[in-house]
């Protein structure tokens, strides 16, 4: 017996390996686990026990399988009616997604609410009120799940997808791992991210006021003010309010809030650095008489406002970086949308009439006009066009639709009108699939968490420990003042745990690096790509715009009753009123020769066949084999030879003819680009796998593919194939990228660990990318591995230096010096730690210049 179960707590390749591990272990049993359907389908010759296979799921990760609700046995009892409640449970607010637990009475972490049998979900939802009015904590935010629907644009998530799809109303910060939330964009454009406006304005406000605040402090030791210590204090601390509880104060929100829900991460040591410093430094300029003398330096104590604001700021400036790349994350969507026509013209009773485009239903006749998007999915009825489908096969030249051929959504009618019928609208049609894809691939994505992140998951945790351990081992040893030498010392270790080049190492290297990048032709989107760019051993690539220019031209002229300058004259002199891809080619050809193109005393554009024009006292044409047939003239077998030849070669013919004549023919090829038998022979060397899928016909993948050395490949791919062959060589445990230019590989390249987009391409395709090629040359995927690893290296060494010298100036904060020199923490220790740590990172990040690529 085959059923199908759903899976609970599956989220990524690891989780699916081990889902599938333990079933497949189970003897009589045998699965196979969709990652992508969140499904599995079990094969057993006897029946299914759900409890026991749960039990033996819960011992590696919080997984279980559910039935789904079309495929319970016909006694199933409605989740309302049930007496004994299963033992999977789940939040109702779905705040860490479809996490379960397997323990009653328990709380969810993240809202606090009581957890829930499994079986109330599909009940809840139906009930509506999955998420829709649930209030987040004291902020009275709202948030919904993510979806292309209208009422979630506008909506915020978080980048990372640390709580599954939630969305919110307002950029609050992911409560998890604190980074800005991404706006889901507009379809009609009315609003647009303001976030990185708003980080800018809030960093150029504190960059006014640390600068101030770090020369009158700095400054100090090398220049006398002429003015009393105190008094620049009460400077120093009137410029610092602004940095803190204006510009920076959201970084303190986010640092507060990762100790109340324990999601430790850059910020929880932000926030407890910058705090100590502040407090202790209040402390050190209103009553100095509270603190041990042994902290003085010449006789003053020192202050480390300049210390909180240089903190603040470079933090702020990451966040600034880190906004300008999300800035564009929501693109992709927003570009397929806008494909879209937002009307269409219903055919009703004999008259037309203008319908918005959500009116249309599934059987209605629309009329599509010359150059219009064609609304929905169906088939043509009356009449015939060329229409231009690049965005779902990404081939250049346009498909010939005739009667009852299909036409999708989104794709560009050429000159031609038809009727058609609407067979698939909605959420139905290719285009919305396309959508939805794009959309999956994204949330499917885990991006690789922060460096510093990981870090500082240990670090905090350890600093706090050492922070308590001292004032435990003060308080009981520290003598007459013990309770002050061990606020004192507990305090010191915070501030000087705390680097200032923190918040630095990281956007400086990217910096340097993206600059490095762009003089390349490569524009970079974010770390994450980076450090997977120099982990891929799989290259997926389109065929038409990545290997190929993408854009079809003249690679022959045969002439047998003619020359070949008048044979070009003639088709160059018909093409001058089309705009078809093959007119333009041969345009381009008569320029480049200097032949004039006469003019027509009349033209005919025959949809799906070619074109028809007169001059003198004799019809020209220009066209397919079929355009002779409809004028009657014969072909011979010499000229039929010829052309199938060419064909069986991937390219394509049109014939000449004059009168009743044919003058010859003139074949098309899409030139694969100089560069790319390089560059594929470069990656190859370099282990990693390149694979071509194209949406072109098998005879012209095949011919690319031999003539470049690519071994795997596959034709007529649609875009749900692309990305599925990605899926496939991940769940093998394959780092895949994919370079592709069309709206067709946005899902594969939102899909993939690395999207790589031509910036020849389109827009969604680039938008769905980590790293454009601005050039559209995949040389250039070469020179991005090799800068992955230089900037990737050059990243973990800003990290140590931001940790080191800060690091081995915890123990001297502690006191471990005391008991034989008698010296607690050092002001001029702790100043010189936070200023070298900080110019060792940007002197290592601006070593990137000197990269060859």
Not at 2 to 12: D, E, I, N, R
Not at 238 to 245: Q, T
Not at 451 to 464: G, N, Q
Not at 673 to 687: C, D, I, M
Request: glycine share 8%; aromatic share 8%.
């Amino acid at each position: 017996m085959t059923t199908k179960y759903k899976v609970l707590g599956m989220s990524c390749g690891s989780c699916m390996q081990k889902i599938s591990g333990v079933l497949n272990g189970i003897e009589g049993l045998s699965a196979k686990i969709d990652l992508a359907k969140s499904s599995a389908e079990l094969i057993s010759e006897r029946e299914i026990d759900i409890n026991y296979l749960n039990s033996e799921l819960q011992k590696v990760g919080d997984y279980a399988l559910q039935a789904f609700e079309d495929e319970q046995p016909a006694e199933y009892t409605p989740p309302q009616e049930r007496v004994s409640p299963s033992s999977v449970y789940y939040c109702p607010m779905e705040c860490e997604g479809e996490r379960v637990y397997f323990q009653k009475g328990l709380r969810c972490p993240i809202c606090n609410m009581y957890l829930v049998p499994i079986e109330e979900q599909e009940a809840n939802r139906a009930k509506g009120v999955h998420l829709q009015h649930h209030t987040m904590g004291k902020e009275g935010h709202h948030h919904q799940n993510i979806s292309t629907e209208r009422e979630n644009e506008g909506k915020y998530y978080c980048p990372m997808f640390c709580e599954g799809d939630k969305v919110y109303n307002d950029n609050v910060g992911c409560p998890v791992c604190g980074m800005d939330l991404v706006m889901i964009p507009y379809k009609d454009g009315r609003k647009t991210d303001t976030t990185y406006q708003k980080l800018k304005k809030k960093f150029l406000i504190s960059l006014g006021f640390t600068l101030p605040v770090f020369i009158l402090s700095m400054g100090g030791m090398w220049i006398s003010w002429g003015l009393p210590k105190e008094v620049i204090g009460y400077v120093e601390l009137l410029f610092s309010l602004p940095v803190i509880f204006y510009s920076g104060w959201f970084l303190i929100k986010r640092g507060f809030n990762s100790f109340q829900t324990w999601n430790l991460n850059m910020f929880s040591l932000i926030f407890l650095g910058t705090a100590a410093a502040f407090l202790f430094s209040i402390v050190a300029l209103f009553a100095p008489q509270l603190l041990p003398h042994e902290l003085m330096h010449d006789g003053e104590l020192s202050l480390y406002f300049e210390s909180v604001c240089v903190i603040l700021t470079l933090v702020i400036m990451g966040q600034m970086l880190e906004a300008k790349a999300h800035q564009k994350t929501g693109k992709a969507i927003e570009e397929l949308m806008n494909l879209s026509p937002e009307t269409a013209n219903l055919i009703r009773e004999g008259k037309e009439e203008k319908i918005p485009l959500s009116e249309v239903k599934t059987g209605d006749i629309l009329r599509v006009k010359v150059g219009e998007k064609i609304p929905v999915d169906g088939k043509i009825l009356e009449g015939s066009s060329s229409v231009d489908e690049s965005m779902i096969t990404g081939e250049p030249i346009p498909a010939e639709k005739g009667l009852n051929d299909k036409v999708s959504s989104g794709t560009l009618n050429g000159n031609g009108s038809f009727l058609m019928l609407a067979e698939k609208v909605g959420s139905d049609t290719l285009l919305a699939q396309i959508i939805n894809l794009v959309n999956e691939a994204s949330r499917s994505k885990a991006p690789i968490q922060k460096l510093a992140d990981r870090v500082s998951k240990i670090f905090v945790p350890t600093v706090i420990g050492i922070s308590v351990l001292t004032f435990a081992l003060w308080y009981l040893f520290g003598g007459e003042n013990r309770l002050i030498y061990a606020l004192v010392n507990a305090v010191a270790v915070l501030i000087v745990a705390c680097p200032c080049a923190l918040g630095l190492a990281t956007p400086m290297s990217l910096t340097v690096g993206i600059g490095k990048g762009a003089k390349n032709g490569i524009l970079i989107k974010n770390a994450e790509a980076l450090e997977q760019m120099n982990k891929i051993n799989v290259l997926i690539t389109d065929k038409t715009g990545t290997l190929t220019e993408g854009k079809p031209s003249i690679d022959g002229i045969f002439a047998i009753n003619s020359s070949q300058e008048e044979l070009l004259s003639i088709a160059g002199a018909l093409s001058q009123n089309s705009e078809h891809p093959l007119s333009q080619a041969i345009l381009k050809a008569t320029r480049e020769k200097g032949l004039m193109n006469f003019k027509l005393s009349s033209f005919e554009n025959i949809s799906g066949k070619g074109v028809s024009g007169i001059s003198g006292d004799h019809r020209l044409l220009l066209g397919n084999e079929a355009l002779l047939k409809h004028f009657s003239i014969p072909v011979s077998d010499e000229f039929s030879q010829k052309a199938s030849e060419l064909q069986s070669q991937a390219k394509t013919v049109s014939f000449v003819a004059r009168g009743n004549e044919v003058l010859g023919l003139i074949s098309f090829s899409d030139k694969i680009k100089e560069s790319s038998k390089k560059a594929v022979k470069f990656l190859q060397s370099h282990n990693i796998e390149v694979v071509m899928l194209t949406g072109d016909h098998q005879q012209t993948a095949r011919a690319v593919a031999e003539e470049l050395g690519i071994k795997n490949y596959k034709a007529s791919c649609l875009p749900a194939d692309k990305m599925n062959e990605i899926k496939r060589l991940q769940a093998e445990g394959k780092v895949v990228a994919m370079a592709g230019d069309g709206i067709n590989d946005a899902p594969a390249l939102a899909q993939s660990d690395i999207g790589i987009a031509m910036g020849t391409g389109s827009g969604a395709a680039i938008e769905s990318a980590e790293i454009t090629l601005l050039k559209g040359d995949i040389w250039g995927i070469a020179k991005t591995k090799i800068l992955s690893e230089k900037l990737l290296r050059n990243i973990k060494e800003n990290l140590f230096f931001a940790f080191v010298y800060n690091t081995l100036g915890i123990p001297i904060a502690a006191g471990i010096l005391y008991p034989f020199f008698g010296i607690l923490l050092s002001p001029m220790i702790a100043a010189a730690a936070m200023s070298f740590s900080s110019v060792s990172v940007i002197l290592n990040s601006l070593r990137l210049n000197s990269t060859k690529l």
